[in-house]
């Protein structure tokens, strides 16, 4: 599964491994003797916006209530958020606010963690709810919905 | 509860197991042995339905917060706290928290310090009065009809106000934005978050084992364990972060070990100090009850009086309820026979 991953993620489009790896290097999961150069990072671009189908786009987000948002809803108070907003800066911090995530990237972090978030295992999340996560979490920022 | 045994058995404990029962979950231990405990952490069965009691909510409830100046305070709260405690004045989980997880689910290690090893008390001094902490922090809640929660709380003061510096709260007398203070809020109203996990944010990357040996409820164990603890953890490095959730007769000291999940040396590091703490404390006749998967086998292995008998009889169990070991070998220290290392 790892390997199958990194393999995806590593010739995967241009211009996403780049935007990945980058990301990676930021993250220091990648070491100094990394695949990109500052030229490749530099030229990562935004990816074009996906627009969704109102399907994916209910079932994503009832997958991210239920697996993310205890640690990633937004305010400090959640540990995933301050965790993002401490390495990316404010605007960062709460995942659906965010306007550059990708699929690989979301479905890289769950499969592996980072700091004190576990990996999720297929048994908890499965491959295609996590295709549907990853292709929610990378079609925001989504509004928040006000309080009841 | 029910659950399912290994050889796919379904079994119905306590009163459940009469068929059409009127008082299943209501009355815990059934007639004859009482099994329930077998399936607490351990790897005899799944369990696939437990009863919860729900409690109504309170007429009244009302989150407090007490601090308490020095770090040997930690004595005399608890002995203030255990009468209090034992007469049921402070119902629920009540907490002792030491001042940097206060610290930690709000702000971080570099905002304060960039040295290497434990913090320094200077450092710690100024968190306690940017954050309006103490050195101890006491958590617990008032709860029912508001004539009665007045009456309880003249007599939790009163007791508490005998440590000098103690200062009190109330939710009026906290920020809106004090991340502590909010979530301790919730929890004891019984709404579960997530925030105490912001303690792992107090370095980058930070993950952790929990240390988590019981103490009885006497100032003379908590000080004991806590110096246990901390003397071990600033030698290698690290900085203390941890509390106390006060139970009825005994106390869960809960140590959290921060390492950087990306550097190996702490890694090895984290995990060399989690192995000697396991040791120090049995050898103190304190345990742990509960644990990461690496130290199953090592914490299982201090519960060994007169020959080990209480693991033996579990592998006895084991080797009865899931003789081929296909359910979570190894959980707990329990091994199926085939995997069983240097024991018949």
Known sequence: MKARLMKEILIGRRTLACRLVSAMLALGIVGAGGTANAADAAAAATPAKVTLSPETLAKGSELFVKNCIMCHDRGMEHPGTAALTYLYGKDKGAL???DNLTPDFVRFFVRHGRGLMPG???????????????????AGPHPAVPAK | MEVMLADGTLVQTGMGAMPGSQTNH????????????????SNFGVVTKVGMWLMPEPPGYRPYMITFEKESDLHAITEVLRPLKVNMLIPAVA????????????VTRRDYYT???????????KMRSDLKIG???????????PPMMDNTWEVIRDAFASIPGAKFYFDEDRAKDDVAWQYRKKLGAGIPNMTEYNVMNWIPNGAHIDFSPISPVTGVDATKQYELIRDRCNKAGFDYCGEFAVGWRDMHHIFCLTFDRNDAKEKARANKLFGDLVDAAAAAGYGE????????DRIAGTYNWNDSALLRMHEKVKDAVDPSGILSPGKMGIW???????RA
Do not use: C
């Open chain 1, 96 to 98: 659906e606010d965010r």
């Open chain 2, 115 to 125: 040295g290497k090893g434990p913090i320094p008390d200077s450092v710690r001094k």
């Open chain 2, 95 to 106: 907490m002792t928290v030491e001042m940097l997880w206060e610290a930690a689910v709000q």
């Open chain 2, 26 to 41: 209501l009355y815990k231990y059934g007639f004859g042995p009482s099994v329930d405990g077998l399936f607490t952490q």
């Open chain 2, 135 to 145: 050195a101890w922090n006491f958590y617990g809640a008032l709860y029912g009809p």
């Open chain 2, 289 to 296: 009850y509960r644990t990461h998967l690496d130290f199953m």
């Open chain 1, 120 to 138: 999720f295992r297929t048994g908890e999340l499965n491959d295609a709810e996590l295709k549907v996560l990853a292709e929610y979490l990378s």
């Open chain 2, 336 to 342: 199926p026979k085939s995997m069983r290392k240097g």
